[in-house]
């Protein structure tokens, strides 16, 4: 497929312009309009690939914490933990579409669309694992504030401005339309109301904060994370590497998983890295490109094919510039694969 931009910039190139041109235009832009773009301006640009990578590692660990954590490991045949990469690579380019192209764009309704038939697939063999409402809400408020909880709560930094938290409360609820809840409606249609951003985080919070057990499942997704987080990340101490992920995670975890806490040694080492890694990138000019525009550009130039999450909504978004829509036939949930897109053994949970 042709990688050229089909669609204008977000924000236009004109006025990507300074070292500081990030902060003037989300000055210029109302968050219950362009709660699209200030996302991508607040989450895209000042991250590199070791963040991307830590994300993805957070909310793995917290998202398989638990009873949802058999229909992942799938009794040890799960991408998680057979061929953990790829399933880095999939899950962390969903999250770039997301944040990319927003939650009204056919980019990321294509992304929910393929995690929504996956979930209907896995939901008739571990029914157990989808039936948790608040789970589905949790994956939804962390990707609205799981990153500002870290920073604030762990690393004692500032918080996102008024504007940002703003526009990232209606982004999340409009994110949560797009995903098909067990009852067939949207996930939107049974979530509580959760208006401000502060709501969301009070949302993590008591969430994380339920009773847990321990659970033989979740120790062994949790394991496979920290074990391919630090082959990713090989040149760093094997304890800095199991510490970097596993200092953030709350205290529910630890009592779920049976992974022993880092020491105090390498829970300050951790928090530190992670301070010096997140201010250096607040410090230094705005990049003139977000990560998904960069791996665009890229992957043009190098002549490297995109991976299926990434084709298959950067697809859909191309079929509607050019007026022909996008296709759903052959699903219930709206999912219809295309000729150069893998089955779903291969992509997803």
């Not at 003037?24 to 991508?40: F, N, S």
């Not at 630090?230 to 992974?259: M, Y």
């Not at 130039?301 to 978004?317: D, F, N, V, W, Y």
């Not at 052959?330 to 053994?345: I, K, Q």
Request: proline share 6%; charged share 25%.
């Amino acid at each position: 497929m042709t990688l050229t931009a089909l669609k204008p910039l977000n924000p236009p190139t004109e006025v990507r312009k300074g070292p500081r041109w990030i902060k003037r235009r989300i000055a210029t832009l109302d968050p219950q309009r362009d709660y699209t773009e200030i996302v991508k301006l607040g989450t895209l640009f000042h991250v590199n690939d070791f963040i991307l990578d830590w994300a993805f590692t957070s909310i793995m660990c917290r998202a398989t914490t638990g009873h949802s954590a058999v229909a992942i490991n799938r009794e040890g045949t799960g991408k998680l933990v057979t061929t953990a990469n790829n399933r880095f690579d999939d899950t962390t380019d969903h999250f770039l579409v997301w944040n990319e192209f927003g939650p009204d764009s056919p980019e990321t309704k294509r992304s929910v669309d393929i995690i929504n038939a996956l979930h209907a697939k896995y939901q008739k063999i571990y029914p157990s694992a989808f039936d948790d409402l608040p789970l589905w809400i949790y994956v939804i408020a962390w990707e609205v504030a799981g990153l500002s909880i870290l920073a604030e709560d762990y690393l004692g930094l500032p918080k996102i401005d008024a504007k940002e938290r703003e526009a990232r409360a209606v982004w999340g609820r409009k994110l949560a339309e797009s995903f098909t809840y067990i009852d067939g409606g949207p996930l939107s249609n049974v979530m509580p109301q959760l208006q401000t951003f502060e709501d969301f985080v009070a949302f993590v919070h008591e969430y994380e904060s339920q009773p847990w057990t321990s659970d033989a499942n979740t120790k062994a997704c949790h394991q496979a994370v920290l074990d391919k987080y630090a082959q990713r990340n090989k040149l760093l101490p094997r304890p800095l590497a199991d510490a970097l992920v596993s200092t953030f995670w709350h205290e529910g975890q630890f009592e779920c998983n049976g992974i022993q806490k880092p020491t105090p040694f390498w829970r300050a080492v951790a928090k530190n890295y992670m301070r010096v890694v997140l201010v250096g990138t607040q410090l230094m000019p705005s990049p003139k490109e977000s990560a998904v525009e960069k791996i665009l550009r890229k992957a043009q130039e190098q002549g490297k094919k995109l991976g299926p999450i990434m084709r298959s909504s950067i697809s859909a978004g191309a079929k509607t510039e050019q007026g022909s829509g996008t296709s759903s036939a052959g699903c219930p949930m709206g999912f219809g694969m295309t000729a150069d897109e893998p089955t779903d053994n291969k992509s997803g949970l």
